[in-house]
């Protein structure tokens, strides 16, 4: 049996605002996926087992995953990765975070049909546990060295590239986010595996962007009208239509009270860009329904006059895109006309093959 068993808290990271230059740290690419530990014991009656972050099991959802895992993986052994779904293109590979999330779905015949046309790969970056030895008290450099050993290398199956080198680092970070990656992540060489706890580093990409304010949501547990939850933020595509593109959230509890008195003139039952027969034209819209949400997210509609300056740090989908995750609120741009606010501004890094970023190869950028 696995010295370690499921659920396992794994190991998390503290945010940095740069690459840090001390001695004695590993850095890897920082993958945007999904956070997995893999339970692997060809002894088993179930051979592999999928975690994800939160304790839950991922194992319905990637059956390919099990399957890869169980053909190339002959120890029992305890992995800690991620998830991505691999794209090509004329380019060469990136990751897909649309075709990942995809991967999530109640219908068995849906998940195994998404299997087939969009497997995914296990990217491992850690080793907790090899045959009958619990690795967590083993230093990171140790770790490291027995997973490399593995010799995962194959098609739906890889370990993710290190360098000990600060500038080797600096370059993967700049160029590396052209196949879809997020950031990088250090690790401390004498640092052990410890559950639930940020003992590593995360260096992110950041950039800003202004947005119109074209909505609001009341923040859960209030009273409607007295504390903003979230902002809702639009950008106008060149056809001047203004598209929902994510929210801004995360203010403390005095500013929330404050925005609900400030933003209360805003507040509209005319016409906006996001109701009447003017939405139906392929915008993207607040509050709908999806495989997150299974019911209608109720917002309130502000008149779009303000502009307000957010940080992100990934779009996704094609254009009209969006923001991946909840943005930053940076500061009120008084100075800014809401027509300016437009998907141009929008940074897109260069592309990069992802093949490369699994070799550790920062010699070229396509």
């Given at each position: 049996?696995?010295?370690?068993?499921?659920?396992?808290?794994?190991?998390l990271?503290s945010?940095?605002?740069?690459?840090?230059?001390?001695?004695?740290?590993l850095?890897?690419?920082?993958?945007?996926?999904?956070?997995?530990?893999?339970?692997?014991?060809?002894?088993?009656?179930?051979?592999?087992?999928?975690?994800?972050?939160?304790?839950?099991?991922?194992?319905?959802?990637f059956?390919?995953?099990?399957?890869?895992?169980?053909?190339?993986?002959?120890r029992a052994?305890?992995?800690?990765g991620?998830l991505?779904?691999?794209?090509?293109?004329?380019?060469?590979?990136?990751?897909?975070?649309?075709?990942?999330?995809?991967?999530?779905?109640?219908?068995?015949?849906?998940?195994?049909?998404?299997?087939?046309?969009?497997?995914?790969?296990?990217?491992?970056?850690?080793?907790?546990?090899?045959?009958?030895?619990?690795?967590?008290?083993?230093?990171?450099?140790?770790?490291?060295?027995?997973?490399?050993g593995?010799?995962?290398?194959?098609?739906?199956?890889?370990?993710?590239?290190?360098?000990?080198d600060?500038?080797?680092?600096?370059?993967w970070?700049?160029?590396?986010?052209?196949?879809?990656?997020?950031?990088?992540?250090?690790?401390?060489?004498?640092?052990?595996?410890v559950?639930?706890?940020?003992?590593?580093?995360?260096?992110k990409h950041?950039?800003?962007?202004?947005?119109?304010?074209?909505?609001?949501?009341w923040?859960a547990?209030?009273?409607p009208?007295?504390?903003?939850?979230?902002?809702?933020?639009?950008?106008?595509?060149?056809h001047?239509?203004?598209?929902?593109?994510g929210?801004?959230?995360?203010?403390?509890?005095?500013q929330?009270?404050?925005?609900?008195?400030?933003?209360?003139?805003?507040?509209?039952?005319?016409?906006?860009?996001?109701?009447?027969?003017?939405a139906?034209?392929?915008?993207?819209?607040?509050?709908s329904?999806?495989?997150w949400?299974?019911?209608?997210?109720?917002?309130?509609?502000?008149?779009?006059?303000?502009v307000?300056?957010?940080?992100?740090?990934?779009?996704?989908?094609?254009?009209?895109?969006?923001?991946r995750?909840?943005?930053?609120?940076?500061?009120w741009?008084?100075?800014r006309?809401?027509?300016s606010?437009?998907?141009?501004?929008?940074?897109?890094?260069?592309r990069?093959?992802?093949?490369a970023?699994?070799?550790?190869?920062?010699?070229?950028?396509?």
């Amino acid at each position: 049996m696995l010295p370690l068993q499921p659920p396992v808290k794994p190991m998390l990271a503290s945010p940095v605002d740069s690459i840090p230059r001390e001695g004695g740290l590993l850095f890897e690419p920082k993958w945007d996926g999904f956070r997995c530990l893999v339970f692997a014991d060809p002894r088993d009656a179930h051979p592999v087992r999928l975690q994800s972050r939160t304790g839950r099991p991922l194992d319905r959802y990637f059956p390919e995953v099990q399957a890869t895992v169980s053909e190339y993986l002959d120890r029992a052994a305890v992995l800690d990765g991620e998830l991505a779904v691999i794209r090509s293109d004329d380019v060469g590979d990136r990751l897909d975070w649309d075709a990942l999330t995809e991967r999530i779905h109640p219908a068995a015949s849906r998940v195994r049909t998404l299997a087939e046309r969009t497997p995914a790969t296990f990217i491992a970056f850690d080793l907790l546990a090899l045959d009958d030895r619990d690795l967590t008290g083993a230093p990171q450099t140790e770790r490291r060295e027995l997973l490399a050993g593995l010799g995962l290398d194959h098609r739906g199956l890889r370990i993710t590239p290190v360098t000990d080198d600060p500038d080797t680092a600096t370059q993967w970070f700049r160029l590396f986010e052209g196949a879809g990656l997020d950031g990088l992540i250090a690790k401390p060489g004498t640092g052990t595996y410890v559950p639930g706890k940020r003992t590593m580093f995360k260096i992110k990409h950041s950039r800003t962007a202004d947005c119109v304010v074209a909505g609001l949501r009341w923040h859960a547990n209030t009273e409607p009208g007295t504390a903003v939850g979230s902002l809702q933020l639009g950008l106008f595509d060149e056809h001047d239509v203004l598209h929902h593109v994510g929210v801004v959230g995360a203010f403390p509890a005095a500013q929330r009270r404050a925005l609900a008195g400030e933003l209360a003139g805003l507040i509209t039952e005319g016409a906006h860009p996001w109701l009447g027969p003017d939405a139906a034209d392929g915008r993207r819209l607040p509050g709908s329904v999806s495989r997150w949400n299974t019911t209608e997210q109720p917002w309130v509609p502000l008149r779009p006059e303000r502009v307000v300056e957010v940080s992100y740090d990934h779009t996704e989908g094609a254009r009209p895109s969006r923001f991946r995750h909840t943005t930053q609120f940076v500061r009120w741009r008084p100075d800014r006309d809401v027509t300016s606010c437009r998907y141009d501004q929008l940074e897109e890094p260069a592309r990069y093959d992802l093949g490369a970023v699994l070799r550790g190869d920062a010699s070229r950028a396509d």
